[in-house]
Protein backbone atom coordinates (compact mmCIF):
# COMPACT_ATOMS: atom_id res chain seq x y z
CA UNK A 1 0.00 0.00 0.00
CA UNK A 2 1.28 3.29 -0.74
CA UNK A 3 1.34 5.94 1.32
CA UNK A 4 2.46 10.09 0.53
CA UNK A 5 4.81 12.60 2.20
CA UNK A 6 4.16 16.23 2.03
CA UNK A 7 6.75 18.95 3.00
CA UNK A 8 7.96 22.57 2.44
CA UNK A 9 4.92 24.16 4.07
CA UNK A 10 5.50 27.28 6.22
CA UNK A 11 5.10 31.09 7.06
CA UNK A 12 5.09 33.46 3.76
CA UNK A 13 4.33 37.25 3.22
CA UNK A 14 1.14 37.61 0.83
CA UNK A 15 2.24 37.59 -2.51
CA UNK A 16 5.39 34.92 -1.92
CA UNK A 17 5.93 32.10 -3.44
CA UNK A 18 6.64 28.39 -1.79
CA UNK A 19 7.29 24.82 -3.35
CA UNK A 20 5.31 21.67 -1.67
CA UNK A 21 6.72 18.17 -2.33
CA UNK A 22 4.89 14.94 -2.40
CA UNK A 23 6.52 11.38 -2.42
CA UNK A 24 5.42 8.30 -1.59
CA UNK A 25 6.51 6.48 1.66
CA UNK A 26 6.27 2.59 -0.03
CA UNK A 27 6.13 1.09 -3.44
CA UNK A 28 5.21 3.17 -6.12
CA UNK A 29 2.94 1.82 -9.33
CA UNK A 30 2.37 3.52 -12.58
CA UNK A 31 -1.06 4.88 -13.71
CA UNK A 32 -1.67 7.10 -10.65
CA UNK A 33 -2.67 10.24 -10.57
CA UNK A 34 -1.70 12.94 -7.64
CA UNK A 35 -3.78 15.56 -6.64
CA UNK A 36 -3.44 18.48 -4.42
CA UNK A 37 -6.32 19.30 -1.52
CA UNK A 38 -6.54 22.14 1.17
CA UNK A 39 -8.57 22.35 4.53
CA UNK A 40 -8.48 25.32 6.95
CA UNK A 41 -9.78 25.12 9.93
CA UNK A 42 -13.78 25.14 10.35
CA UNK A 43 -14.03 25.01 6.31
CA UNK A 44 -14.56 22.13 3.56
CA UNK A 45 -11.66 20.42 2.47
CA UNK A 46 -11.42 21.79 -0.80
CA UNK A 47 -9.92 20.29 -4.16
CA UNK A 48 -6.43 22.49 -5.46
CA UNK A 49 -5.51 20.36 -8.69
CA UNK A 50 -4.69 17.25 -9.85
CA UNK A 51 -1.82 16.09 -12.47
CA UNK A 52 -1.94 12.30 -14.10
CA UNK A 53 0.91 9.86 -14.04
CA UNK A 54 2.94 11.08 -17.39
CA UNK A 55 3.06 14.78 -16.20
CA UNK A 56 1.70 15.77 -19.51
CA UNK A 57 -2.02 16.83 -18.24
CA UNK A 58 -3.30 19.13 -14.84
CA UNK A 59 -6.59 20.64 -14.24
CA UNK A 60 -6.66 23.50 -11.40
CA UNK A 61 -9.92 24.88 -9.63
CA UNK A 62 -10.53 28.46 -10.77
CA UNK A 63 -9.16 30.02 -7.35
CA UNK A 64 -5.67 28.83 -8.44
CA UNK A 65 -5.29 29.49 -12.06
CA UNK A 66 -2.49 31.46 -13.01
CA UNK A 67 -0.88 31.04 -9.45
CA UNK A 68 -0.34 27.01 -8.78
CA UNK A 69 1.72 24.74 -10.89
CA UNK A 70 1.71 20.90 -10.62
CA UNK A 71 4.56 19.21 -11.93
CA UNK A 72 5.80 15.47 -11.41
CA UNK A 73 9.18 14.11 -12.00
CA UNK A 74 8.71 10.28 -11.72
CA UNK A 75 12.68 9.33 -11.88
CA UNK A 76 12.32 11.07 -8.40
CA UNK A 77 9.09 9.72 -7.50
CA UNK A 78 8.24 13.21 -6.17
CA UNK A 79 5.47 15.36 -7.29
CA UNK A 80 5.41 19.66 -6.82
CA UNK A 81 2.67 22.48 -6.05
CA UNK A 82 4.61 25.15 -6.41
CA UNK A 83 2.51 28.32 -5.58
CA UNK A 84 2.84 31.76 -6.75
CA UNK A 85 1.39 35.35 -5.58
CA UNK A 86 0.09 33.94 -2.68
CA UNK A 87 -3.20 35.24 -0.59
CA UNK A 88 -4.44 34.99 3.03
CA UNK A 89 -7.36 33.15 1.90
CA UNK A 90 -4.58 30.46 0.58
CA UNK A 91 -3.72 29.63 4.02
CA UNK A 92 -4.49 25.80 4.90
CA UNK A 93 -3.68 22.80 5.42
CA UNK A 94 -2.29 20.98 2.09
CA UNK A 95 -2.49 17.14 1.51
CA UNK A 96 -1.85 15.70 -1.82
CA UNK A 97 -3.72 12.22 -2.63
CA UNK A 98 -3.12 9.55 -5.45
CA UNK A 99 -5.27 6.94 -6.57
CA UNK A 100 -5.51 4.98 -9.76
CA UNK A 101 -6.41 7.30 -13.25
CA UNK A 102 -10.40 6.79 -13.20
CA UNK A 103 -10.79 7.35 -16.72
CA UNK A 104 -11.65 11.19 -16.36
CA UNK A 105 -10.42 14.06 -14.51
CA UNK A 106 -14.02 14.60 -13.76
CA UNK A 107 -13.41 11.52 -11.51
CA UNK A 108 -10.87 12.92 -10.06
CA UNK A 109 -12.14 15.99 -7.77
CA UNK A 110 -13.90 14.27 -4.59
CA UNK A 111 -10.87 13.69 -1.82
CA UNK A 112 -13.69 10.55 -0.80
CA UNK A 113 -12.34 8.64 -3.67
CA UNK A 114 -8.78 8.65 -3.10
CA UNK A 115 -7.13 5.90 -1.93
CA UNK A 116 -3.51 7.30 -0.07
CA UNK A 117 -2.96 10.50 1.51
CA UNK A 118 -0.17 12.15 2.83
CA UNK A 119 0.01 13.46 6.56
CA UNK A 120 -0.56 17.69 5.80
CA UNK A 121 1.75 20.58 5.66
CA UNK A 122 0.88 23.70 6.93
CA UNK A 123 0.83 27.01 5.01
CA UNK A 124 0.07 30.32 6.32
CA UNK A 125 0.15 33.64 4.12
CA UNK A 126 0.33 36.69 5.97
CA UNK A 127 -1.39 40.00 4.59
Known amino acids: QVQLVESGGGLVQAGGSLRLSCVPSGRTFTDYVTAWFRQAPGREREFVGV????????YYTESVKGRFTISRDNAKNTVWLQMNSLKPEDTAIYYCAAKYYPGSFLGTLSGATYDYWGQGTQVTVSS
Open 51 to 58: INWSGRNT
